[in-house]
């Protein structure tokens, strides 16, 4: 009888578990977690805040589904120490646990910048559903009026729609010259900023903070922040939103390779045979760029986290890659961002863009050798599927490219060879 041990109940963690449940019904498994409740989607925890969402309406699976599993589930426990010879896992407490197939789904941690005044009361990080519970909390028990949000990517934003959802007054400061500038390129991140504005928001890019900054009153509270340019912004409280980085360090000291995350093979294991990653913690393949890298996306999350399950199982199953992802919707503008969307290097590239100012609409495809290899939509995504589908498929689009971005573009636009392909993958 095997022995599995997941380290991470989360997205990647609980996928692993009904995949090995799928192939070996009588194992053991044992997932570790430092949260107590850790079956809750994590990108709902804006929704948390903005008030939208509660915890049972946050989790993605009930509280019987450990046990509905075969699952022992070492909740609100940590691990801190793996030995991979002798194949152990050392918790908080000092008990060890045995495996025979191991999965790290530790996921990431919140990247803060070493500045004086963290320490102050009213400092905050959001990542996870206690980050947003310590956040509410504050919020309501001293009645906050202004935010300081520091970070303009996809955590950043859906923070500050939230916080503005609950009449704070929010101050976005972002390090670069353009809020998205991960997933838009410079013309969408302009159109979705100019909403933003006109709902209220400061927006301050190309800036950080350097210092927070107390009450005059009370000094170990937040009363501002200061920037690297010298000006002070007066806030209730900071949120840093900055991203995360890979939680690696129960790795540290083994014999598994890491880089900017853990080194992980298409079937998920690691640099050491019975140990797989996969999540935010692993760098797994980019089938746009056919490089392996950092993709801390949730569906991802979940794929890889099933594609691990099957192979501790037993069942041999090849990652087939993702790509950046994201699909969204904050302050009411639907956004799709898929792969290559903003290239600094275009001299292999083709880009087709088309935008109409009176509907607030802007769409782009980036094409290499006449395979889409990028796009962005905003305020438009109806099709978005279909170009995913001939990116995804690596389709040569050139005898129809010139209508890729026509209003009259749909499926019927297609050739009909890969209209069929199309039904047939349905």
Not at 136 to 146: D, G, T, W
Not at 157 to 181: C, F, M
Not at 185 to 202: F, H, K, Q, W
């Amino acid at each position: 009888m095997s022995k599995y041990v997941i380290i991470g109940g989360c997205a990647a963690g609980i996928s692993a578990v009904e995949a090995i449940r799928e192939v070996d019904q009588v194992g053991t498994i044992t997932v570790i977690s430092e949260e107590p409740c850790p079956q809750y989607s994590r990108p709902m925890i804006s929704d948390f805040v903005g008030g939208k969402a509660y915890l049972e309406k946050m989790k993605t699976r009930d509280d019987k589904f450990w046990t509905k599993q075969s699952v022992e589930a070492l909740t609100g426990q940590r691990a801190v120490k793996l030995d991979t010879v002798k194949k152990f896992v050392t918790l908080e407490n000092g008990t060890k646990v045995t495996y025979e197939k191991l999965l790290i789904a530790t996921g990431g941690k919140p990247f803060v910048p070493k500045i004086d005044g963290l320490d102050k009361d009213g400092v905050f990080t959001f990542t996870s559903l206690s980050d947003a519970e310590r956040l509410v909390s504050k919020i309501e028990a001293m009645q906050l009026k202004k935010a300081v949000v520091v970070g303009a990517g996809l955590i950043g934003i859906s923070l500050t729609e939230a916080l503005v959802k609950r009449g704070l007054q929010v101050t976005l400061v972002e390090l670069q010259d353009k809020i998205l500038s991960l997933i838009l390129d410079p013309v969408a991140s302009d159109l979705v900023a100019n909403t933003i504005r006109s709902l209220g928001v400061e927006i301050i890019t190309g800036q950080s903070v350097k210092n927070v900054l107390g009450k005059p009153e009370t000094p170990n509270v937040v009363g501002g922040v200061l920037l690297t340019n010298g000006c002070q912004v007066l806030c209730d409280c900071v949120i840093f939103a900055i991203g995360v980085i890979p939680r690696t360090e129960l790795v540290v000291g083994t014999d598994i390779k890491t880089n900017r995350g853990i080194i992980v093979d298409n079937y998920m294991q690691t640099t050491v045979p019975d140990v797989y990653a996969s999540g935010d913690v692993a760098e797994v393949y980019d089938f746009v760029l056919n490089q392996n890298r950092l993709l801390p996306l949730w569906p991802l999350a979940v794929l890889e986290g099933k594609v691990a399950g099957y192979n501790m199982a037993g069942k041999k199953t090849e990652y087939s890659g993702g790509t950046n992802m994201s699909s969204l919707k904050y302050f009411g503008i639907p956004i799709v961002s898929i792969g290559l969307t903003n290239p600094k290097d275009v001299s292999s590239l083709e880009v087709l863009s088309a935008q109409s100012a009176e509907e607030n609409v802007y769409k782009k495809l980036v094409l290499k050798d006449n395979v889409i290899v990028g796009m962005i939509f905003v305020n438009d995504i109806e099709k978005a599927g279909i170009f995913f589908y001939l990116m995804k498929n690596k389709i040569n689009v050139q005898n129809f490219k010139h209508v890729l971005l026509s209003k009259t573009f749909s499926l019927a636009t297609l050739p009909e060879a890969i209209r069929k392909e199309m039904k047939i993958s349905e």
